[in-house]
């Protein structure tokens, strides 16, 4: 079956800098990944979609990469700020399985 | 639009009573779907609907049952419930199903079993 994986249940970094989330799949290909952000007792809120031929999408400061050879997507923040503090999520299409989600915390 | 909207947003029910979470959007997506999100393992899809009429399980369906009479509704229910079924259960909608659409989330119930 499916399984996918975000590989940091936390991730602390200062302000300004660069974040890096990583969602890695097993198990399938999908022709797409989604990625959402959940603020505490919310719904996650969709932020970006990545097709299998796309290699790079950027929406302003939220760049996310897709690397089919690896299973791998890549989800950055830069110039980051306390505001972006919250919980990321990965979801892969088909059954639109969710990984368990990265807390990032933006210390100022 | 109101969205997607939930209610309740708290439960507490004791084992073996049952009861219905109440899911609508007016967005008139077809796709409509329940996960439930429990600490460190994500959201878990419960059971979904592509269209009025049509539902189907999800990874992790036992205990719940699901209908889907209009477009707009899509009620959730415990038969009898377990303390296994305390969870965060969240409602989501979509344009259409394995499409490259977002979904649209509820704010979620918050459920106790006792």
């Known amino acids: 079956s499916q399984k996918i994986e975000q590989n940091s249940e936390a991730l602390n970094i200062q302000e300004g800098k660069t974040a890096t989330l990583t969602c890695n799949y097993t198990?399938?290909?999908?022709?797409?990944l989604q990625w959402y952000r959940q603020d505490p007792g919310r719904g996650p809120v969709f932020l970006l979609l990545?097709?299998?031929?796309?290699k790079e999408k950027r929406k302003e400061r939220l760049k996310v990469t897709f690397d089919t050879t690896l299973k791998q997507s890549l989800f950055h923040i830069t110039a980051s700020q306390p505001a972006d503090s919250a919980t990321y999520l990965c979801?892969?299409?088909?059954?639109?399985?969710f990984g368990a989600g990265t807390r990032l915390t933006v210390k100022p | 639009n109101a969205g997607v909207t939930q209610t309740p947003k708290f439960q507490v029910l004791k084992t073996g009573q049952s009861m219905t979470l109440q899911c609508a959007q007016d967005?008139?997506?077809?796709?409509m779907s329940w996960y439930r999100q429990d600490p460190g393992m994500g959201l878990r899809l419960i059971h979904y609907?592509?269209?009025?009429?049509?539902?189907d399980q999800g990874e992790v369906p036992n205990g719940y049952n699901v209908s889907r009479s209009t477009t707009e509704d899509f009620p959730l229910r415990l038969l009898s419930a377990a303390p296994s079924q305390t969870s965060v259960y969240f409602c989501?909608?979509?344009?259409?199903?394995?499409?490259?659409?977002?979904?649209?989330f509820g704010p979620g119930t918050r459920l106790t079993v006792l």
């Open positions: 989501a909608s979509s344009l259409g199903w394995r499409e490259d659409n977002e979904q649209f």
């Open positions: 198990n399938y290909s999908p022709a797409y």
């Open positions: 990545i097709r299998e031929n796309e």
């Open positions: 979801a892969l299409e088909g059954d639109m399985r």
């Open positions: 967005m008139n997506h077809e796709y």
């Open positions: 609907s592509v269209g009025a009429g049509i539902t």
